[in-house]
């Protein structure tokens, strides 16, 4: 599976778009672009996933660059439950474990 | 809520001690993945199960064993607990493998406390 790299924390303004960018340059063509977030030490939560054409569903947009080497994941107006920890992951769509590495501390701020 | 269900939420034991942790997968799902989350470690994924049988391991200790049930539920067993085994341990369930769409969903955990 291919590494990621994720800023290690960000801030945004209540009711303004969250952002959160993720690099993944080794990504081979048949592996799919997931996200996932941890409220404190809830169990992870799926947002979204997509191989290479945008997504959206009613939690978030997943915007992928057309080389497929990033992707951004856009929660377009941010509450103050959206404070976690945020997870790219990058997988083959085929079962299988999900390697989770440090992910982006996003705090939404009042 | 996932529809993943994991008991007990909290548990509390001495060094040297068993526990068996368990998880109900979300109806109609066939794979359990466990993964364990220590402070220092971050989540790591332990071990998956697919349909009663064990498709896959990962940085599970000897002293750490799962097994998956005929109705899909999964029991992780930890024994010789150490202080070191402090964690939260999750759950998760997805529906198939090699489906084209295998989205895993997490349960609540466990906090195992070794004192």
């Given at each position: 599976?291919a ?5 290690p924390?960000?801030d ?5 778009a969250a952002?959160?960018?993720?690099n993944?340059?080794?990504i ?5 672009v997931?996200w ?12 979204i996933?997509g191989l ?10 997943l915007?992928i660059t057309e080389?497929?080497k ?6 377009p107006?941010?509450t103050?439950?959206?404070t976690?920890v945020y ?5 083959i769509?085929?079962g299988g474990?999900?390697i989770?590495?440090q ?6 701020k009042p | 809520?996932?529809g ?10 001495a060094t040297?001690q ?5 998880c ?5 799902d066939?794979s359990?993945?466990?993964?364990q989350?220590s402070l ?9 199960y697919y349909?009663g049988e ?8 000897e ?8 109705d899909l539920?999964?029991?992780l067993?930890?024994s ?5 085994d ?6 998760a ?23």
């Open positions: 599976d590494k990621t790299t994720q800023p924390s960000m945004c303004a209540e009711g303004r952002n959160l960018p993720c993944h340059s080794t081979s063509g048949n592996e799919y997931y996932y977030r941890q409220i404190h030490s809830q169990g992870p939560q799926y947002i996933h290479k054409n945008n997504e959206t569903n009613e939690m978030a947009s915007i080389d497929r990033s992707s951004t994941l856009i929660l107006h941010a103050l439950r959206d976690a997870y790219c992951i990058v997988r769509n085929q474990k999900l989770f590495g992910g982006t501390e996003l705090s939404v | 809520d996932s993943v269900t994991q008991t007990p939420k909290h548990l509390i034991t040297g068993r526990v068996t942790l368990r109900s997968p979300r109806s109609g066939l359990v993945y466990w993964y989350q220092d470690q971050g989540l790591q994924f332990l071990i998956q349909n064990e498709r896959a391991k990962g940085n599970i200790l002293r750490f064993s799962a097994q998956q049930f005929p539920h999964s029991e067993n930890l010789s607990l150490e202080l070191g402090s964690a939260l341990y999750f759950c369930s997805s529906p198939f493998l090699g489906w084209s769409t295998d989205t895993q969903y997490f349960g609540p955990g466990t906090r195992l406390t070794v004192l």
